[in-house]
């Protein structure tokens, strides 16, 4: 099976984007995954601004997404893009970052305005790192992802039918890069 790594971008823990991820990220090791969780506001804040490479914990993030086949890529949109937060952590990825490794972003704002803040917005920086195969993703907005009194989110139907497409079209891209992987091993 294959190693995803899902960098979340959010700086607060209680975004709403929490509620893509999760479901997300139980498809995925429902089909027998190996999934992975980059929080960047976990990460040392001082490491990351002053891009301190040699920082352990940015060493070990990095390290994850080297040796990712996909990597879920989530933020929530502020000003009509991604956050600084995660853009600071993929300026610390090797300009290769992304080479031969499928991506799949999952974006959440205020409003449908900011629809296209996948394909102006993070789809350039996607390109930058190496990034060849990205899929649409799912921009969803807040009124579509309910906090639920006990924890946990409620997710509306229509979002979750998208969600459901999309992590499905990640799932037959993962299975064809491997095949074709093979192909290649045995030529």
Same mark, same amino acid.
């Given at each position: 099976?294959?190693?995803?790594?899902?960098?979340?971008?959010?700086?607060?823990?209680?975004?709403?984007?929490?509620?893509?991820?999760?479901?997300?990220?139980?498809?995925?090791?429902?089909?027998?995954?190996?999934?992975?969780?980059?929080?960047?506001?976990?990460?040392?804040?001082?490491?990351?601004?002053?891009?301190?490479?040699?920082?352990?914990?940015?060493?070990?993030?990095?390290?994850?997404?080297?040796?990712?086949?996909?990597?879920?890529?989530?933020?929530?949109?502020?000003?009509?893009?991604?956050?600084?937060?995660?853009?600071?952590?993929?300026?610390?990825?090797?300009?290769?970052?992304?080479?031969?490794?499928?991506?799949?972003?999952?974006?959440?704002?205020?409003?449908?305005?900011?629809?296209?803040?996948?394909?102006?917005?993070?789809?350039?920086?996607?390109?930058?790192?190496?990034?060849?195969?990205?899929?649409?993703?799912?921009?969803?907005?807040?009124?579509? %992802? $309910? +906090? &639920?009194?006990?924890?946990?989110?409620?997710?509306? #139907? =229509? *979002? %979750? $039918? +998208? &969600?459901?497409?999309?992590?499905?079209?990640?799932? #037959? =891209? *993962?299975?064809?890069?491997?095949?074709?992987?093979?192909?290649?091993?045995?030529?």
């Amino acid at each position: 099976m294959s190693k995803i790594a899902v960098i979340s971008g959010s700086p607060t823990s209680n975004s709403r984007l929490y509620g893509l991820v999760e479901y997300v990220e139980a498809k995925l090791t429902a089909e027998g995954h190996e999934v992975t969780h980059i929080n960047v506001a976990d990460l040392p804040a001082e490491a990351l601004v002053k891009a301190q490479f040699g920082n352990e914990e940015l060493q070990r993030a990095t390290a994850l997404v080297n040796d990712a086949d996909g990597v879920v890529i989530a933020s929530p949109v502020y000003k009509a893009s991604f956050t600084g937060l995660l853009k600071t952590f993929l300026d610390l990825l090797p300009q290769t970052g992304l080479k031969d490794k499928i991506s799949y972003p999952l974006f959440v704002g205020g409003t449908i305005a900011h629809l296209l803040s996948i394909d102006y917005a993070l789809k350039p920086v996607i390109a930058a790192l190496g990034g060849r195969v990205v899929l649409g993703g799912v921009y969803a907005i807040d009124p579509w %992802i $309910e +906090r &639920l009194e006990g924890g946990g989110y409620g997710l509306s #139907e =229509e *979002l %979750i $039918e +998208r &969600l459901d497409r999309s992590t499905d079209e990640f799932l #037959e =891209e *993962l299975h064809w890069q491997t095949v074709r992987a093979e192909s290649r091993s045995n030529q």
